[in-house]
């Protein structure tokens, strides 16, 4: 028992020299995370999260490209723990967490002479599955962008933004855009979990 005891007081020490050491990186997060005043948290490593799609030029409803601007990517990625369970049931799991980067579009680069490439980043928005947090629908809307550039942490966006009601009518999938990320289509209607509302051909 004293050995057993000493092998986990070593490890919670090895843990504590970890964390608190300078330039100790943050451990791995997989879902949403908040700060002491209920702000979601960026996660430094959604990059490191399953990735989903990309778009260019994606707009919804009556929004158009602004004339001479160049059309921007959109790439999604969603914690993996969430993945894993969508892959065997074809639904969310509380805590499920999108990431949706959006980068701008380059042409021109480096031995490129047609076509597009994704340059910097522009913002970043997220969408999270929280019935604690939003009881009404389940789902809550944020955006890192800030005034000085991307924020650190967000609150969501307020019942009334566009989003919200966009999610619910058009959406795949309980909220999410499941009929753009084709294998993930694919799973749910193999699973029967495409709403039934659904419609293909609806325009908002």
């Not at 057993?4 to 020490?13: D, M, N, Q, W, Y």
């Not at 701008?104 to 929280?130: C, H, M, P, Y």
């Not at 009518?169 to 799973?187: D, H, I, M, R, S």
Request: aromatic share 12%.
């Amino acid at each position: 028992m004293r050995t057993r005891i000493g092998v986990l007081a070593l490890a919670s020490l090895a843990t504590v020299i970890w964390t608190t050491a300078p330039g100790a990186q943050a451990p791995p997060q997989d879902g949403p995370a908040y700060d002491a005043g209920g702000r979601l948290l960026r996660p430094s490593d959604y990059r490191e999260w399953v990735y989903l799609t990309s778009g260019l030029g994606m707009t919804y409803g009556p929004a158009q490209p602004a004339a001479g601007r160049p059309p921007l990517f959109d790439n999604v990625f969603v914690n993996p723990r969430s993945y894993r369970e969508f892959m065997r049931s074809g639904t969310w799991p509380d805590k499920t967490m999108f990431v949706l980067e959006i980068r701008r579009a380059e042409t021109s680069v480096s031995i490129d002479n047609g076509g597009r490439t994704q340059g910097d980043l522009a913002f970043i928005e997220s969408a999270v599955k929280d019935t604690g947090r939003f009881p009404a629908g389940g789902w809550g809307y944020f955006s890192f962008d800030g005034p000085q550039g991307l924020a650190a942490s967000a609150e969501p966006l307020p019942p009334t933004a566009s989003c919200y009601a966009c999610h619910t009518a058009n959406t795949a999938v309980e909220n999410t855009f499941v009929q753009f990320y084709p294998t993930l289509f694919a799973v749910a209607k193999a699973k029967g979990t495409v709403k039934p509302t659904y419609d293909p051909n609806r325009k908002p």
